[in-house]
């Protein structure tokens, strides 16, 4: 079954302990991004990557840190997590042209205390 | 800049026709989606427009206007299941990559019986 699989569904977390979002799809897609969801504001994109080895930035990407050494696996690092980093973290791939859908994992809920 | 409005919530009967709007003022425009997101769960790509006029797929229907930055998803003979949250999303090239996409924040669509 064609899927994008996160890893863990939910998290909580203290201030500063690094932690990995892992993020894997079998699709054989290019293109793999991180959004974050918050209330009222939607999704926001933190980090991108067009192919391996070739990741950037978002409009959120402040406290994250992604790689893309595999095209199969793009994990979600966040070195030092402060509470304002509790949110709900959704990975995504597409195709890559430009009408290409993204699709979803199931999200993981991170809560830093 | 970009900026993607949506009502936030709407509420419709069961059987009833339901119309969600989504304006956009972004530097550039290579397409329009629409996803679907049930609380707690991932959005699912709904429907894609690049050229002006309407797209139907079943119950589902989204139209574009590129000259007046405007979009709607029509929603045909509602079912309880419908209650969701309809993302409008906009890719813009000029924003640093082809393949980037800016969500709007939703609109949740309540369906009463």
């Known amino acids: 079954e064609a899927q994008v699989t996160q890893n863990p569904r939910y998290l909580i977390t203290v201030t500063g302990k690094k932690l990995t979002v892992t993020c894997s799809q079998n699709m054989n897609h290019e293109y793999m991004s991180w959004y974050r969801q918050d209330p009222g504001l939607g999704l926001r994109q933190i980090y991108y990557?067009?192919?391996?080895?070739?990741?950037d930035k978002g409009d959120v990407p402040e406290g994250y840190k992604v790689s893309r050494k595999e095209k199969r696996n793009f994990p979600l690092i966040l070195e030092s997590p402060s509470p304002n980093q509790t949110s709900l973290y959704f990975c995504a791939s597409s195709l890559g042209g430009p009408n290409s859908p993204l699709h979803f994992g199931n999200g993981t809920r991170l809560t830093v205390t | 800049g970009q900026n993607i409005d949506q009502p936030t919530e709407m509420t419709a009967t069961e059987g009833a026709i339901v119309q969600i709007n989504c304006t956009y003022q972004?530097?550039?425009?290579?397409?329009l989606f629409w996803y679907q997101q049930h609380a707690g769960e991932a959005p699912t790509f709904l429907s894609y427009n690049v050229l002006d006029g309407l797209e139907e797929k079943g119950r589902f229907s989204s139209f574009l206007s590129r000259s007046k930055g405007y979009s709607y998803l029509l929603l045909k003979e509602l079912q309880m299941k419908d209650s969701a949250s309809y993302l409008c999303?906009?890719?813009?090239?000029?924003?640093?990559?082809?393949?980037?996409?800016?969500f709007g924040s939703g609109t949740q669509l309540t369906v009463l019986p």
């Open positions: 990557s067009m192919n391996v080895e070739v990741t």
């Open positions: 999303a906009v890719r813009d090239p000029s924003s640093g990559s082809a393949r980037q996409l800016t």
């Open positions: 972004t530097s550039g425009f290579n397409g």
